[in-house]
Nanobody
């Protein structure tokens, strides 16, 4: 099993920045990709960014391309999401997820709330 713990959420003014962290523990050797998702009230969960353990990364256009950056520290088994120029519509619960099988995220964190005030 893999355990994921997010941190770094909070309340920030529009235009501000936050860095989310996701620390993985347990059988981390099985992980090939980690990702961030978010879910706003009344909306479906959507992907934000993903990164493989080898460093290939993607930030999804509808979420934060140009404003968000995903990175990882393999030595710490930690993935980060740096969010700049935050907007009110970025308000959501942000979840970290890990995948050992392509196309499927089997492991999820508990989520961290990000609230952007306008």
């Amino acid at each position: 099993q893999v355990q994921l713990v997010e941190s770094g959420g909070g309340l920030v003014q529009a235009g501000g920045s936050l860095r989310l962290s996701c620390a993985a523990s347990g059988r981390t050797i099985v992980i090939n990709t980690m990702a961030w998702f978010r879910q706003a009230p009344g909306k479906e969960r959507e992907p934000v960014a993903a990164i493989t353990w080898s460093g290939d990364s993607t930030v999804y256009p509808d979420s934060g391309k140009g404003r968000f950056t995903v990175s990882r520290d393999n030595a710490k088994n930690t993935v980060y999401l740096r969010m700049n120029s935050l907007k009110a519509e970025d308000t959501a619960v942000y979840y970290c997820a890990a995948s050992s099988v392509a196309g499927s995220y089997e492991f999820w964190g508990q989520g961290t709330q990000v609230t952007v005030s306008s």
